[in-house]
């Protein structure tokens, strides 16, 4: 059972800078990949960034140059490192790991992040 601990969310103008946690209870090996998805009201659900076992990354078109993704595998913690914050990033942002051996995945409760004016 693989547990998801987010923090980091809130209120941000647009323009600045937001850092999302998301803590793991499980060792960073036991995990394929793992990433943060976001959906926003009336929008579907998108994916927008994903880091492998092996440190590969991947982003939505809409949010590259702006957010990193990054784990500290001492603290089995994955990080999503955004900045230059537009409007269109207010959305509500989950936290997922894929478990490594049998691709269970888990899903952390929500972070709402908005961005205002």
């Known amino acids: 059972q693989v547990q998801l601990v987010e923090s980091g969310g809130g209120l941000v103008q647009a323009g600045g800078s937001l850092r999302l946690s998301c803590a793991v209870s499980v060792s960073i090996f036991s995990i394929n990949d793992m990433g943060w998805y976001r959906q926003a009201p009336g929008k579907q659900r998108e994916l927008v960034a994903t880091?492998?076992?092996?440190?590969?990354?991947n982003y939505a078109d809409s949010v590259k140059g702006r957010f990193t993704i990054s784990r500290e595998n001492a603290k089995a913690t994955v990080y999503l490192q955004m900045n230059s914050l537009k409007l269109e990033d207010t959305a509500v942002y989950y936290c997922?790991?894929?478990?490594?051996?049998?691709?269970?995945?888990?899903w952390g409760q929500g972070t709402q992040v908005t961005v205002s004016s």
């Open positions: 997922y790991v894929e478990r490594y051996g049998d691709s269970v995945t888990s």
């Open positions: 880091i492998t076992r092996f440190g590969n990354t």
